[in-house]
């Protein structure tokens, strides 16, 4: 009986010492493949960082491509697109007027009228509604008959009880993508972006085609300007404060646009204004440069995208993508770790992860993080550790943080392109004592990704007085434009009158 308890005892110890084992062996294996998720993150942080010395070097690309691009037609990845706008309205426009805009994610429709006073302005019946994601690749009549009929139900809604019939009625069109403008009324689509594809329309005059479809229903209706969002941004900037001379656009996609003497535009020599100047459509989100801190994650986007080797600054700093780029990250970890739990097929999937959902997990200030915790169970990730969660907040931190602060070098690189940075930038014709005295700047700033991300924005504006220097950005002011876009449209119809 003695030898049968210490045989039962030595194999009691062999098992415990075996479980022990296989435990410890867990631990370094869970161990392992943690250190491999941290290192994901180690990497991405590396890939997307932007101390100042590198967003200054941005800021002299983008002034450097601004230049070249309005010297010459194809000088630069920078459109540089003459938009014939050199009258901003100035406070003094009276009437009613319409705007249409159609942008990357929502199309709206407004009625705007003006009392003669910069105060009186009164937007009237605002709506605002999704692009059904089947237009986006279907045909030019389909498109703008959907838009023309989209105007008539509005008109018909008046409370004024006028019919769609015998009113003449004034419309400004905001058009969101690459037009060649050979008037403020008129202009051909270059491409499309944001994901439309609707190729027959590339080389259209865009008013053109919507006028067709307002003709075609039997509405009254003028397109009296085709005005680019960033442009309608910078309208509504300057009714409400002359200062205003840049604008841009963060929403879907990314945009901006300035104000450029005549006599800089030498592509365009013998180009004569009232003004001595005009409104220049940058077309920035194909602005590239060597010094842009590009990622394996940027570069499979940019590849699997329709519009490959193509807008490298917007699919870095755009709602449309940084979502993505977001995803990419967690499906990487996903697959070179169990830390997530069982594979799921749903994180595959491109743009599934949309940028608001990345401003939700990034924002979330709960103790246990619940809100991360929902996404990922949406996204088939669930019961995931709070770590993991942390994670996941701090993936979101890392890509908007890298997306903030390069706005930030495209804006500061417009206003050294215009000698409003301190340092008298690229401007030529200026004379020196002009350069040396700093100026009031205001940056008219629209779109989703600015107005709802709360920390894409906090980036944006600090790195900015990171650039620029304290002594600089107190001249530089970033005012956002509620609905900017449409409204400064319609301004810009009235101020044409």
């Not at 089947?134 to 009549?141: A, D, F, G, Y």
């Not at 397109?223 to 963060?250: C, E, K």
């Not at 417009?414 to 020196?432: A, N, V």
């Amino acid at each position: 009986m003695g030898k049968v308890a210490v045989a039962f005892a030595a194999a009691a110890v062999v098992a415990a010492c075996s479980v022990a084992a296989v435990m410890v062996r867990r631990r370094v294996k869970s161990r392992r493949k943690w250190r491999s998720v941290v290192e994901i993150l180690k990497e991405l942080e590396e890939g997307c960082d932007t101390p100042v010395g590198r967003l200054r070097q941005v800021v002299d690309a983008m002034a450097v491509e601004m230049h070249a691009g309005l010297a010459s037609e194809g000088g630069s990845k920078l459109k540089m697109l003459l938009t014939f706008v050199h009258e901003l309205p100035k406070g003094t426009e009276k009437g009613t007027y319409y705007a249409l805009h159609l942008g990357g994610t929502y199309f709206r429709i407004l009625r705007v009228y003006l009392g003669g006073e910069r105060s009186y302005l009164d937007v009237q019946d605002v709506e605002r509604h999704p692009i059904p994601s089947h237009l986006m690749n279907s045909t030019s009549e389909v498109l703008f008959n959907f838009l023309a009929f989209s105007l008539e139900r509005f008109i018909e809604k008046e409370g004024d009880g006028s019919s769609s019939q015998g009113v003449k009625r004034e419309l400004a069109f905001t058009f969101s993508f690459p037009v060649k403008h050979s008037s403020i009324s008129s202009g051909v689509l270059i491409k499309w972006t944001k994901g439309f594809e609707i190729s027959e329309m590339v080389g259209r005059d865009i008013a053109e085609c919507l006028q067709v479809a307002l003709n075609t229903r039997g509405l009254d209706m003028h397109v009296a300007a085709l005005v680019n969002d960033t442009v309608g941004a910078l309208s509504l900037g300057y009714y409400h404060d002359p200062d205003t001379v840049v604008a841009v656009v963060f929403g879907t996609g990314s945009n901006a646009c300035y104000l450029e003497r005549t006599d800089a535009i030498i592509k365009s020599q013998g180009l004569l204004t009232t003004s001595g100047s005009m409104v220049v459509n940058m077309e920035w989100g194909n602005f590239w440069s060597s010094h842009l801190p590009r990622t394996s994650y940027d570069i499979d986007l940019d590849a699997e995208s329709s519009n490959s080797n193509d807008m490298g600054f917007e699919k870095m700093i755009a709602g449309m993508y940084l979502g993505d780029i977001v995803r990419r990250v967690i499906l990487r970890m996903s697959q070179e770790s169990d830390i997530f739990g069982p594979s799921s097929s749903l994180l595959s999937e491109p743009y599934v992860l949309r940028t608001n959902l990345v401003s939700a997990m990034h924002e979330d200030d709960t103790p246990e993080l619940q809100e991360v915790a929902r996404i990922l169970k949406d996204l088939g990730v669930s019961e995931v550790p709070l770590k993991v969660r942390k994670l996941v907040v701090k993936v979101c931190d890392v890509v908007t943080r890298r997306a903030g602060r390069l706005a930030a070098a495209g804006i500061a690189g417009i206003l050294k392109k215009i000698g409003r940075d301190g340092s008298g930038g690229i401007t030529s014709g200026r004379s020196r004592s002009e350069t040396q005295m700093q100026r009031r700047t205001v940056v008219a700033v629209e779109g989703g990704l600015y107005m709802n991300y709360t920390m894409f924005r906090e980036y944006m504006e600090e790195a900015l007085v990171e650039i620029l220097g304290e002594e600089v950005s107190q001249y530089v002011v970033v005012k956002a434009m509620e609905d900017g876009s449409s409204i400064g449209s319609a301004l810009l119809v009235a101020s044409s009158q």
